[in-house]
């Protein structure tokens, strides 16, 4: 049985981090000294392989939990532990063949990537076998510690960047397709501010292409005569500021990766020095090396999700006894098996897999003749992004960064870095195929050949910037470049807000271009949005009853900063949430919630894809999805629509505040207030570079945000600082649990420590790990 909660229970899982363990396979002894913050910084005289070793030990000493659960999450199995709400993403993780594709890619690494992979399994089995005491979630589950082997480490990587980008917008078109017809249809995309701002080149603007509708003509047809009506029904910002330009004198990189706010974080900071390298930066539990963010001394690098088209989605017809699906050439058999997944405290869940040649049905029954199939850069390519990894720690230049992460493909980035010759510069760090601009919009006919892919796009071709000439690098998941080039990239990516304002900011401040303004600008709270909103509100009369005209006036008189001690932003949100729920009725819309096209785990509510629709069909005056309702009508229904909510108001940080939940606490309420970390108000929003999302289907509690935030100094190492949403231990009873979470609430942060002599003297936990 699992112990009485109490904070006894949760010391007693903590693992010592003290004195000498003995570490089997080390060559050399490798010193472990923690921080005040708990931060470890490892360092062996020995060489990669020491060094990694020593990684996965004590990955494992703070995040064991984690990982093995991001591991049974990739291999389907985290229904096991969790129960029932798991299941579904367990059922797409055994579709999609993330056991095999990682096997498959382990097998596929040079000899460096696979000793690396190797030495870090190596290393969390040695923790498993020091006789540490086990993290408290396993004694809560009554569990034991699965072994890693290599290969498991990629099976993390790839489910932490599973799907994101553009399957959800192509399954969202689809599935309106029917009941909107193509025009309005193609009108589904993520607002574009106006203008798209541009990643290459930096600081330009362009229109969008809109959907060829002729081009996509035998999709439509595909969809509409193939699928009939069913009767039932993430962002981050960096910026890189070159010596000229920065305050410093040296280049500054500096940024904040956005995601959902899981316990533990997806993230946690680390240091690892061996006769190689000497990195530090932040570490992916489960992953050795420095996957997204580091410096080594010599160039500093970070990434943000580029949106760069790397699946799509083959609308598949099959035969009488769906044994085969139809291609160019005609019928090709597809492959089936049938799988089970565990379920914690219910009944197994048996299924059938079929696999057509572009990839794994996702939605529909091919007994039905048609169905959905996914083809994606993340499974159907031999992947060697591990083949990088080593390459990008030794890395001297920028230049030679970029060239280390040649053939880089589990999920797509702008990898943006600064050297100590004073270079800063861009990279798409991507694998995207060569295939039509149609392919971005909807599923696509999958009997069609035009529709298949054509290669790889090369290294070489994809976009890049070196040292531009106004010395400043942006990127915030806006457009990477014009439509109409050479190659197609990309359909959908987020409005253009978050870049914009840093962008602006760094033009017209000199102090923000420095480490200390790079904190002032991840705190930054204008939202251009708000502006819009509040623009057209000025437009309308002011209406005759007083709750709406007040709600009304007291919006005009805002400042559009979503600023956590102030009530306006909450009611911002109330009238933006009534207006968008107006959109939802009038366009019919709503009615497609639980369509099996928007069922594909985690799933698309019709509300959350309409509220970043909204502001473009706004802007344009463009009311054709209102049902004959103007724009001005809209507006003045949402203001009576929200004005009883809105006048109680309570300050915006207050309604914001994140509910940080450990995946256990659902299972275990009586344990719920010792694992779930503390929060605090916040303010921003997703419009906001300060970008603490909300999902409009839910409440007002931040659900996303800045998981890290850091700023280079690069150069002046010692300058450089960062801090972590909630800490960097895993163990609910480490003081180093929560700790940093005030810290990074204030949009602050504290000191990145790189040179030995200073850490040694801050060092409050010493660890020798002996061969």
């Excluded at 498991?152 to 078109?173: D, N, P, T, Y």
């Excluded at 701002?197 to 959907?211: D, K, M, N, S, T």
């Excluded at 102030?566 to 949100?573: L, R």
Aim: net charge negative; glycine share 10%.
């Amino acid at each position: 049985m699992p112990p009485t909660p109490g904070y006894e229970a949760l010391r007693a899982a903590l693992p010592p981090l003290d004195g000498t363990l003995p570490l089997p396979g080390l060559r050399q002894p490798a010193t472990v000294l923690r921080d005040r913050w708990g931060i470890p910084h490892i360092r062996t005289e020995g060489g990669a392989e020491d060094a990694f070793r020593a990684q996965g030990f004590v990955h494992a000493q703070d995040r064991l939990f984690q990982m093995e659960l991001n591991r049974r999450r990739a291999l389907g199995r985290s229904a096991e532990w969790i129960g029932a709400p798991a299941a579904e993403g367990d059922i797409l993780a055994r579709r999609l063949g993330v056991e095999e594709a990682s096997r498959r890619d382990f097998a596929a690494l040079g000899a460096e990537a696979q000793a690396m992979l190797a030495a870090y399994a190596a290393g969390v089995n040695a923790f498993l076998d020091s006789g540490a005491p086990l993290p408290i979630e396993y004694t809560l589950l009554q569990a034991v510690p699965e072994r890693w082997e290599g290969w498991h480490a990629i099976a993390v990587m790839r489910r932490l960047g599973l799907l994101m980008g553009s399957v959800w917008f192509k399954l969202w078109r689809a599935a309106a397709l029917p009941l909107l017809g193509a025009e309005q249809a193609a009108k589904l995309r993520y607002d574009d501010g106006g203008k798209d701002l541009l990643l290459v080149p930096p600081g330009a603007e362009a229109q969008r292409l809109e959907a060829d509708l002729a081009a996509l003509r035998p999709a439509i047809e595909a969809l509409l005569g193939g699928a009939p009506p069913d009767a039932t029904g993430g962002g981050s910002n960096n910026w890189a500021v070159a010596p000229a330009q920065s305050s410093t004198g040296r280049p500054v990189v500096a940024g904040d990766p956005h995601r959902v706010f899981e316990i533990p974080n997806m993230y946690a900071q680390g240091h690892l020095a061996c006769a190689d390298f000497d990195v530090v930066g932040l570490t992916v539990p489960g992953v050795p090396g420095f996957p997204h963010f580091a410096h080594n001394g010599q160039v500093a690098y970070c990434v943000t999700h580029a949106f760069v088209d790397i699946h799509d989605v083959y609308l598949e017809r099959f035969d009488a006894d769906a044994q085969n699906a139809l291609g160019p050439d005609g019928w090709v058999p597809v492959r089936r098996r049938q799988d089970r997944i565990q379920v914690r405290g219910g009944a197994a869940r048996d299924f059938e897999v079929v696999e057509t040649r572009h990839g794994p049905v996702i939605a529909g029954d091919p007994a039905s003749g048609t169905a959905l199939a996914l083809r994606s850069v993340q499974f159907a390519e031999t992947d060697l992004s591990f083949d990088c990894l080593p390459r990008m720690l030794r890395a001297p230049t920028v230049e030679a960064l970029f060239e280390a992460t040649r053939g880089w493909g589990l999920i797509d980035h702008n990898l943006v870095a600064g050297d100590l010759d004073g270079h800063i510069g861009h990279q798409i760090r991507a694998l995207v195929p060569r295939r039509p601009r149609a392919n971005g919009w909807l599923p696509v006919p999958g009997w069609q050949a035009e529709a298949d892919w054509q290669g790889m796009i090369a290294h070489k071709d994809m976009p890049r910037v070196m040292d531009p000439a106004e010395g400043l690098i942006v990127t915030a998941n806006n457009r990477v470049a014009a439509d109409g080039g050479p190659d197609y990239l990309c359909t959908d990516c987020h409005p253009p807000y978050r870049a914009q304002r840093v962008l602006a900011r760094l033009r017209a401040a000199p102090e923000a271009r420095s480490v200390e303004g790079a904190a002032s600008l991840h705190g930054d709270t204008l939202s251009l949005n708000a502006l819009l909103f509040r623009e057209k509100l000025a437009g309308l009369p002011a209406p005759a009853e007083p709750e709406p005209a007040a709600l009304r006036q007291r919006l005009l008189d805002w400042d559009g900063r979503m600023s956590a001690e102030a009530s306006a932003p909450a009611a911002y949100v109330v009238f933006r949430r009534a207006l968008t729920a107006i959109l939802v009725e009038r366009s019919g819309l709503g009615g497609l919630a639980g369509h099996p096209m928007l069922a594909v785990s985690p799933g698309v509510p019709p509300i959350n894809q309409l509220w970043w629709t909204l502001p473009t069909l706004l802007r344009e005056d463009d009311a054709s999805l209102l049902d004959g309702l103007s724009w001005s009508e809209a507006l003045a229904e949402a203001l009576r629509r929200a004005a009883p909510e809105a006048a109680g108001a309570r300050p915006w940080g207050e309604v914001h505040r994140p509910h940080l939940t450990h995946p256990l606490s659902p299972l275990f309420p009586d344990w719920a207030a010792l694992l779930d970390p503390p929060s605090l108000p916040i303010g921003g929003d997703m419009d906001t570079v300060l970008a603490t999302g909300f999902f409009a289907a839910g409440g007002n509690a931040a659900g996303y945000g800045a998981l890290a935030r850091y700023a280079f100094d690069v150069g002046a190492w010692e300058n450089s600082r960062w801090s972590v949403f909630h800490g960097t231990s895993g163990h609910p009873g480490s003081p180093h649990y929560a700790d940093q979470h005030p810290v990074w609430a204030g949009t602050a942060m504290v000191q990145m420590l790189y040179g030995w002599e200073g850490i040694q003297a801050q060092a409050v936990w010493r660890q020798m790990l002996a061969p």
